[in-house]
């Protein structure tokens, strides 16, 4: 063998050192820059980063590893449509490929999918050692007045919902404090009820409206409440009974990716079936706390939202602005997360 033909397969073999070099220095030391961010393999991502994720958005209460499954325990009662936007948006920065099985007794599974790693099952299971339940506070009727009541509620240190009222004077301003001040945001649309008591009819949804309408009156009652995750509607017992005007607004509201909260002012309301069945996120209130203004009334009212929290997982409470509704909150809200109470979003229980 010549000294050329010596040079060459020298070169060759220096070739291959180098790139199995790179490869096992891939594989054992990944860059910030790759689809792990610095872990080793997919496992170790998803017990790192992933998790710690999970657990800073106050999804996971802990984790475990049995015969080598990966459990997530979590708190019962929230909302799939949230479960499924904070796991997807916590998995984003690896490129893995998720798919939710919900069909499983006391949580879902995750099956992530990934072109070199293979596929992994997560399984987030319900904790039931947590004690409590969600609960999850609305104000309704925002908009008409700003007083030292509007500035009590924007102190609350809890997770909490505005509902604003579109094109009043305060509209516009109270929805940008609120959402300064760590409250979610709701339009809080008028619609047409069986006794009509008149008032915002630039924006009202009447019973039998056709698309077109309901389009043009969304649109300006939104650009009232910039901001707005969501919708309620504010009295509304003719057209959340009529599935056919109802249908046609949540037509309109789908494309927004809004969810809505039934306020249920009438017993024949099916605004939560139709919501569902049209794949609106949505959720439904549970307990009205003030529609009595007498302060014992409404800690019974309290009470009642507590017990269905504490056996469904979660429920939602309308309330207003008035002094008796803010003093009983005040009042019982640091009792309700001493017994294990956990106060959340509505957009955190819409499924």
């Known amino acids: 063998m010549n000294r050329s033909s010596k040079k060459r397969i020298l070169i060759l073999v220096v070739l291959f050192l180098i790139i199995d070099a790179a490869i096992i220095f891939r594989i054992y030391f990944r860059d910030e820059t790759s689809p792990f961010r610095g872990f080793a393999n997919l496992d170790s991502y998803l017990q790192g980063e992933f998790s710690s994720s999970l657990k800073e958005k106050g999804l996971i209460i802990n984790q475990e590893s049995t015969d080598g499954n990966l459990y997530m325990r979590y708190r019962k009662g929230y909302g799939k449509y949230w479960l499924e936007r904070v796991i997807r948006q916590s998995l984003s920065p690896s490129g893995l490929i998720s798919e939710f099985d919900w069909n499983v ?82 339009l809080h649309l008028p619609m047409e009820a069986f006794e009509h008591q008149g008032g915002e009819d630039e924006y009202i949804i009447k019973y039998n409206m056709d698309i077109e309408e309901i389009e043009s009156r969304v649109s300006k009652a939104l650009e009232t409440v910039p901001g707005a995750s969501g919708i309620n509607n504010h009295q509304g017992s003719r057209v959340t009974a009529d599935s056919e005007t109802f249908q046609r607004f949540l037509a309109v509201i789908s494309p927004y990716n809004l969810y809505f909260i039934d306020s249920v002012t009438h017993s024949s309301s099916v605004a939560f079936r139709d919501a569902q069945n049209a794949g609106v996120p949505a959720g439904r209130r549970t307990v009205f706390l003030d529609d009595s203004e007498d302060e014992k009334t409404i800690d019974y009212r309290i009470e009642q939202l507590k017990n269905r929290a504490h056996k469904n997982g979660n429920a939602i409470g309308i309330g207003h602005i008035n002094s008796e509704t803010i003093m009983a909150l005040k009042n019982r809200i640091p009792f309700l997360i001493e017994e294990g109470y956990l106060f959340v979003y509505p957009s955190q229980l819409v499924n």
């Open 105 to 186: 007794n006391n949580g879902f599974n995750v099956i992530l999918t990934h072109p070199i790693e293979g596929n992994r099952t997560l399984k987030f299971r319900e904790d039931e050692r947590k004690k409590g339940g969600l609960i999850c506070i609305i104000i309704d009727d925002f908009g008409y007045f700003w007083d030292e009541r509007v500035d009590e509620l924007m102190s609350f240190d809890i997770p909490m919902a505005f509902a604003v009222i579109p094109g009043h004077e305060y509209s516009e301003r109270i929805a940008k404090s609120a959402d300064s001040n760590g409250k979610e945001l709701l």
